[in-house]
């Protein structure tokens, strides 16, 4: 496959053994110029543009030639689908325009592709006097598709030609390319006068000025999107920092007319076979390689901006079912979720395993005596009973209180709440009410682990005239800090700010409550963990009597659920109506003093 037509061989047969630098020009061409974007070249050489060019059909993507003997310079001009004469010929063929423009879309991209790799310098045309947007998304999808070809290409240029040098041969061309900006339109204001026009004076000095500010603003945008950077070698192209983008230097590899035609013609049939459509679109091909549920939405919205046309939602159909079936052949992870929304990290497994999402949080036992971490619970039991049973206290350090249980088989799953019948048995337990062996606690403070300095004392409140009992209201953060909260005469929160860092402070729970009084209590816990839901309380009648003198720790569920589902946690100010309800301690006379 050869890019030149036999017209243009036999005219540069003559010009075989010399040196040549090659000029590609590429763009857009305007509607006056015939459909040639080089004719201002070409005419400033002295040449018919007309007579260099041979037949082409409209269904070509041709690369014209023209070679400077004089000057040993070669010129490539591109004609493609964004040249007006050409594009008109391709319409008028009667081909769906959505296809036909997709298939051009295609073939142009090979073709930039080709002559930024056998190119010296490359110009861009415009047929306006603005920059082109559509050039920095070009330029970032060629600098990716030639990583992507490059070890096809080196492995070209070995068996080509030995004349090719070994720099030639491993960066896969013989320079990096410098590129021109051409602004065929003026600004009419700019344009000369017919006087000016016959005298022999500098250019118009607001057009310098705006050609300098042009080229400052391609090479900015050039820079920020990381087209071109310090190491121009490893890039797709290159520009001179500070000189403006209209000088040829003489600082790359001049090769023979007859070495250079051996490799273009050999490395035009190689992207004309190996650039489909994976290599055209690196967004499909970097799809593949993730999961369904975890890359597939990104990728689509990327995908979704970075592509257009009537294919489109063909071709993310294509890339949903190419991401599945590469999630589906053996990446496929578990990703069950723990009762506190984490994903499990673990592989694709059976319940002969246990699920893991890696987070851990530190807790402490039933009574507070000890604290050990814990793994992200994944199960009511788990989280509620066994962590607390398997750090059960020393019997000398407390003793749980024995409860009246239903008896029977277990006739409801989960926890104790108002939509399950009377009487209802549960297989384990959420709740547990302990003596604490140390009553003395209940006025010099709790000797526990994970209490923040000064926040382990209980409070005194006065239950009846004269006699006062010692509360305390412990929250616990996910890092185990534990601390008591101030008084609290109506609902309690179920959740509270952690003093432990004072930004962005974590969210400690409700997870015990201490009770010391001198005469007889009642307890009668309810919760209500989300705004709307039902509330929950233990497994056994209510309320539970409290004996005098007797220091208790009520230990309250780590997760609260329903066969509906799990009790989130909310944001905001619905954080406020999650709350254990006022009432939880009275006083059992005739008189009460209510509830606190």
Same mark, same amino acid.
């Given at each position: 496959?050869s890019?030149?037509?036999e017209e243009?061989l036999s005219?540069?047969?003559r010009?075989?053994?010399e040196?040549?630098?090659?000029?590609s020009i590429?763009?857009?061409?305007?509607?006056?110029s015939?459909?040639s974007k080089a004719?201002?070249i070409v005419?400033?050489?002295g040449?018919?543009?007309d007579?260099q060019?041979g037949?082409r059909?409209?269904s070509d993507c041709?690369?014209?030639?023209?070679?400077?003997?004089?000057?040993?310079?070669?010129?490539?001009h591109?004609?493609?689908?964004l040249?007006s004469?050409?594009?008109?010929?391709?319409?008028?063929?009667?081909?769906?325009?959505a296809?036909?423009w997709?298939?051009?879309? %295609?073939i142009?991209?090979r073709?930039? *592709?080709?002559l930024?790799?056998?190119?010296?310098?490359?110009?861009?045309?415009h047929?306006?006097?603005?920059?082109?947007?559509?050039?920095?998304? !070009?330029?970032r999808?060629?600098?990716t !598709?030639?990583?992507?070809?490059?070890p096809?290409?080196?492995d070209?240029?070995?068996?080509?030609?030995?004349s090719?040098?070994?720099?030639?041969?491993y960066?896969?061309?013989?320079?990096?390319?410098?590129v021109?900006?051409?602004f065929?339109?003026?600004?009419?204001e700019?344009?000369?006068?017919?006087?000016?026009?016959? =005298? &022999?004076?500098?250019?118009?000095?607001?057009l310098? &000025?705006?050609?300098?500010s042009l080229?400052?603003?391609i090479?900015?945008m050039?820079? $920020?999107?990381?087209?071109?950077?310090?190491?121009c070698n490893e &890039?797709?192209?290159?520009?001179p920092?500070?000189?403006e +983008?209209?000088f040829i230097r003489?600082? +790359?590899?001049?090769?023979?007319l007859?070495?250079?035609?051996?490799y273009?013609?050999a490395?035009?049939?190689?992207l =004309?076979g190996?650039?489909?459509?994976k290599l055209?679109?690196?967004l499909?091909?970097l799809?593949e390689?993730f999961h369904?549920?975890v890359?597939?939405?990104?990728?689509?919205?990327v995908?979704?901006?970075?592509?257009?046309?009537?294919?489109?939602?063909d071709?993310?159909v294509?890339?949903e079912?190419?991401?599945?079936?590469?999630?589906?052949?053996?990446?496929q992870?578990c990703?069950q979720r723990?009762l506190?929304?984490s994903?499990?990290? !673990?592989?694709l497994?059976?319940?002969e395993r246990?699920?893991?999402?890696?987070?851990?949080?530190?807790?402490?036992s039933d009574?507070?005596?000890?604290?050990?971490e814990?793994s992200?619970?994944f199960?009511?039991?788990e989280?509620?009973?066994? +962590?607390?049973d398997d !750090?059960?206290?020393?019997?000398?350090?407390s003793?749980?209180?024995p409860f009246?249980?239903?008896h029977? =088989?277990p006739?409801?799953a989960?926890?104790?709440?108002?939509? *399950?019948p009377?009487?209802?048995?549960?297989a384990?337990?959420?709740?547990a009410?302990?003596?604490?062996?140390?009553s003395?606690?209940a006025t010099r403070?709790?000797?526990?682990p994970?209490?923040l300095?000064?926040m382990h004392?209980?409070h005194?409140?006065e239950? %009846? $005239?004269?006699?006062?009992?010692?509360?305390g209201?412990e929250y616990?953060?996910?890092r185990?800090?534990?601390f008591?909260?101030?008084? %609290?005469?109506?609902d309690?929160?179920?959740?509270?700010?952690c003093?432990?860092r004072?930004?962005?402070p974590?969210l400690?729970q409700?997870?015990r409550?201490?009770v010391?009084s001198? =005469?007889p209590?009642l307890?009668h816990p309810r919760v209500?963990?989300?705004?709307?839901?039902?509330? #929950?309380w233990?497994?056994?009648?209510l309320p539970?009597e409290?004996a005098?003198?007797?220091? #208790?720790v *009520?230990?309250?569920?780590?997760?609260?659920?329903?066969a509906?589902?799990?009790?989130?946690c909310p944001?905001?100010?619905?954080?406020s109506?999650? $709350?254990l309800?006022?009432?939880w301690l009275?006083?059992?006379s005739a008189r009460? $003093?209510?509830?606190?």
């Amino acid at each position: 496959m050869s890019f030149l037509s036999e017209e243009s061989l036999s005219r540069l047969s003559r010009c075989l053994d010399e040196e040549v630098c090659v000029v590609s020009i590429i763009g857009k061409s305007r509607l006056t110029s015939n459909g040639s974007k080089a004719w201002s070249i070409v005419r400033s050489l002295g040449q018919d543009g007309d007579a260099q060019r041979g037949q082409r059909s409209a269904s070509d993507c041709p690369i014209e030639v023209y070679m400077d003997s004089s000057n040993k310079v070669l010129y490539l001009h591109l004609v493609s689908c964004l040249d007006s004469n050409h594009l008109l010929a391709l319409v008028s063929s009667g081909e769906n325009v959505a296809d036909l423009w997709q298939r051009e879309e %295609r073939i142009h991209t090979r073709r930039v *592709l080709f002559l930024f790799l056998v190119s010296h310098v490359v110009v861009v045309c415009h047929p306006s006097s603005q920059f082109d947007m559509s050039y920095v998304r !070009l330029f970032r999808t060629l600098d990716t !598709l030639r990583h992507n070809v490059h070890p096809r290409v080196v492995d070209l240029s070995k068996s080509v030609s030995a004349s090719l040098s070994s720099d030639w041969v491993y960066a896969g061309r013989f320079c990096t390319p410098r590129v021109l900006f051409c602004f065929e339109g003026c600004p009419l204001e700019l344009k000369p006068s017919e006087e000016r026009r016959n =005298e &022999k004076k500098t250019e118009h000095p607001t057009l310098k &000025k705006l050609q300098s500010s042009l080229s400052e603003q391609i090479y900015r945008m050039l820079r $920020k999107s990381y087209v071109i950077t310090n190491n121009c070698n490893e &890039k797709l192209l290159a520009l001179p920092a500070d000189d403006e +983008f209209v000088f040829i230097r003489a600082v +790359f590899e001049v090769p023979l007319l007859r070495v250079w035609l051996e490799y273009a013609h050999a490395l035009f049939s190689l992207l =004309e076979g190996v650039v489909g459509d994976k290599l055209l679109c690196p967004l499909v091909a970097l799809a593949e390689g993730f999961h369904d549920s975890v890359g597939k939405n990104p990728v689509r919205a990327v995908l979704s901006l970075q592509v257009r046309g009537p294919s489109l939602p063909d071709l993310l159909v294509r890339l949903e079912q190419a991401c599945t079936r590469h999630w589906a052949d053996g990446r496929q992870m578990c990703e069950q979720r723990s009762l506190t929304g984490s994903a499990c990290v !673990l592989e694709l497994h059976g319940d002969e395993r246990r699920h893991n999402s890696k987070a851990v949080r530190i807790s402490a036992s039933d009574s507070g005596w000890k604290q050990a971490e814990r793994s992200d619970p994944f199960a009511l039991r788990e989280a509620n009973w066994a +962590f607390y049973d398997d !750090l059960a206290d020393d019997d000398t350090l407390s003793q749980r209180v024995p409860f009246e249980e239903g008896h029977g =088989e277990p006739s409801a799953a989960g926890m104790m709440h108002a939509d *399950l019948p009377p009487g209802s048995v549960l297989a384990h337990p959420s709740w547990a009410l302990l003596r604490l062996s140390d009553s003395a606690m209940a006025t010099r403070g709790l000797d526990q682990p994970g209490f923040l300095s000064g926040m382990h004392l209980l409070h005194a409140w006065e239950v %009846r $005239k004269g006699v006062l009992a010692h509360v305390g209201v412990e929250y616990e953060c996910p890092r185990g800090h534990r601390f008591l909260s101030a008084d %609290r005469r109506t609902d309690v929160p179920l959740y509270s700010a952690c003093p432990c860092r004072k930004e962005r402070p974590l969210l400690a729970q409700l997870m015990r409550l201490f009770v010391h009084s001198p =005469e007889p209590l009642l307890l009668h816990p309810r919760v209500q963990p989300c705004p709307g839901w039902v509330l #929950f309380w233990p497994h056994v009648p209510l309320p539970w009597e409290l004996a005098e003198k007797t220091l #208790f720790v *009520l230990r309250l569920p780590c997760v609260y659920a329903t066969a509906e589902g799990v009790a989130v946690c909310p944001e905001g100010k619905a954080l406020s109506e999650c $709350k254990l309800l006022k009432g939880w301690l009275t006083v059992p006379s005739a008189r009460p $003093k209510g509830g606190l």
